[in-house]
């Protein structure tokens, strides 16, 4: 059934258009999904790997084209860097403050980790000048929130609109460490800034309002750098100048990934769902909590910890969701998931209202305005609010054309939202989905029954 349900129409060989047609009968998904590797930490091996002193063998790595563009960045400063597969990886790292001088400008296409992360490692790196750019959505997220700081440590760097939009100019220069109380909770803001305290000499401290994924630290400390970490402030000081060791990184599935599946199988009736080897850090488990709240029904299987991660298998089967209030310091811990978390509540009886998430408003799109305009457009009642959406559930989804705005969170999360719409939706531009999930659509082919 499912070659029918499920249609792909290619544009010019780059875009492609989903469409998903329900039948009239129904469907459901059933079967093990295993997910590709986790992209914060597929992101931060290749990094970590370059800079070190030696080899490191990654298992596991995302092949999605966010950490390609990581790869291709760090090649260009002299990491040599084998072909990219999930099997095995190898880097052979050039050691901290070796970078080579890029001969052309670093392009971290669509990705605000690879740019945001490698900024920190750029401005710390004296008598070298580097350019980096990024594609059309990542040149125009904001950038200041990691330039001021590397500012405020002597950095040198030049942009556009006072230096807060990328391309970007960088002299490297030797930094002065510094207190850095970040006004947002980021992991990027605080894997910056510690990256450029790997090369400056002393104490360099983040802290945050409320604890971002911890996954620089986890890798930090394997790879041999000295870091505290202070519970009580969110706050983590690592002292440099620091010198690194190649290290064996296992890479887990990516929750965010995950995360499709776990709402798909929850809203559409009669699933059971096993995603097999997920990532559950903590830092990064607030769907879990969230869906949860809502009724769903799953089940962590097989707990196990690999290579310093917690890693386990997700069971999930169908259930009756209902609305809730999702709000404050959970909110770092799922803001990816969010996209497919309005999905769940168009689904769910009573309302579900999500705050403090003003964030999504400057990811690869405009998270609250995109998923609010392409699901009412099938029929649900979301309004936006300036910092989340309120969404009335119990509506049902009638097919149509949505876009995916060259978001990749977006366009799998339209594909779900259709497995319950009546008739036809075609999900436009659906090719983003291969920014962290290459073969999503393959997947879901294969579980829909
Ligand atoms: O890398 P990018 O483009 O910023 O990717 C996103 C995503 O949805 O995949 C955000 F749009 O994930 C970020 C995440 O939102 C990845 C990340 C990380 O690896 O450190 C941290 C989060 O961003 P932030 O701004 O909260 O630090």
Redesign the pocket.
Same mark, same amino acid.
């Given at each position: 059934m499912s070659a029918s349900v499920i249609t792909v129409e290619t544009q010019e060989n780059v875009s492609y258009k989903l469409i998903i047609q329900r039948p009239p009968s129904g469907l459901s998904l059933q079967g093990r999904i295993r997910v590709p590797g986790d992209? #914060?930490i597929s992101?931060?091996a290749l990094m970590l790997g370059a800079i070190a002193e030696g080899e490191t063998q990654i298992q596991g790595l995302l092949l999605g084209e966010?950490p390609r563009s990581t790869a291709s960045c760090f090649r260009a400063m002299g990491a040599e860097i084998s072909e990219l597969n999930t099997d095995f990886v190898r880097v052979k790292g050039i050691g901290l403050g070796n970078f080579l001088e890029p001969v052309d400008v670093l392009n971290a296409g669509?990705?605000?980790?690879?740019l945001?992360?490698m900024l920190g490692l750029l401005a710390s790196h004296p008598g070298r000048f580097f350019t980096v750019t990024g594609d059309s959505s990542?040149r125009s997220?904001p950038m200041s929130?990691v330039v001021k700081p590397l500012q405020q440590m002597g950095a040198q760097i030049w942009g556009r609109n006072g230096g807060s939009l990328a391309p970007l100019a960088i002299q490297g220069q030797a930094l002065t460490p510094i207190h850095y109380h970040s006004p947002?909770? #980021?992991?990027?803001?605080?894997?910056c800034i510690l990256l450029a305290g790997l090369l400056t000499e002393g104490q360099t401290t983040v802290t945050e309002p409320a604890l971002?994924?911890d996954?620089?630290e986890r890798m930090f400390r394997a790879f041999g750098a000295e870091l505290s970490i202070d519970p009580e402030t969110n706050g983590v000081t690592v002292t440099g100048p620091a010198k690194l060791y190649g290290q064996s990184v296992i890479v887990p599935g990516d929750i965010?990934s995950a995360a499709f599946w776990l709402v798909a199988g929850a809203i559409v009736p009669g699933s059971d769902l096993v995603i097999e080897n997920v990532g559950i850090n903590p830092t990064r488990t607030g769907i879990l909590e969230a869906l949860a709240l809502m009724g769903a029904d799953i089940q962590r299987e097989n707990e196990r910890e690999v290579a310093g991660e917690p890693v386990a298998d997700l069971r999930v089967r169908s259930s009756r969701l209902r609305g809730c209030t999702i709000a404050g310091d959970i909110i770092?811990r799922l803001?990816?998931e969010i996209p497919i978390l309005a999905v769940a509540a168009v689904f769910a009886e009573g309302t579900t209202i999500i705050r403090d998430a003003q964030?999504l408003r400057v990811?690869?799109s405009d998270r609250i305005a995109v998923m609010a305009q392409q699901l009412n457009n099938m029929g649900a009642n979301i309004t936006e609010l300036p910092d989340g959406m309120e969404i009335t559930g119990g509506t049902s989804l009638v097919g149509t054309d949505v876009d995916s705005h060259t978001d990749?969170?977006i366009a799998m999360s339209l594909a779900i939202a259709a497995l319950n719409a009546t008739g036809i939706t075609t999900v436009n531009r659906a090719e983003a989905a291969a920014?962290?999930y290459p073969n999503f659509f393959e997947s879901l082919t294969g579980i829909i029954k």
């Open positions: 992209k #914060s992101h931060r966010d669509n990705s605000g980790t690879t945001r992360l990542l997220r929130r947002i909770a #980021s992991a990027q803001v605080k894997s971002s994924r996954h620089s965010s770092p803001i990816d964030e990811k690869e990749h969170r920014i962290s």
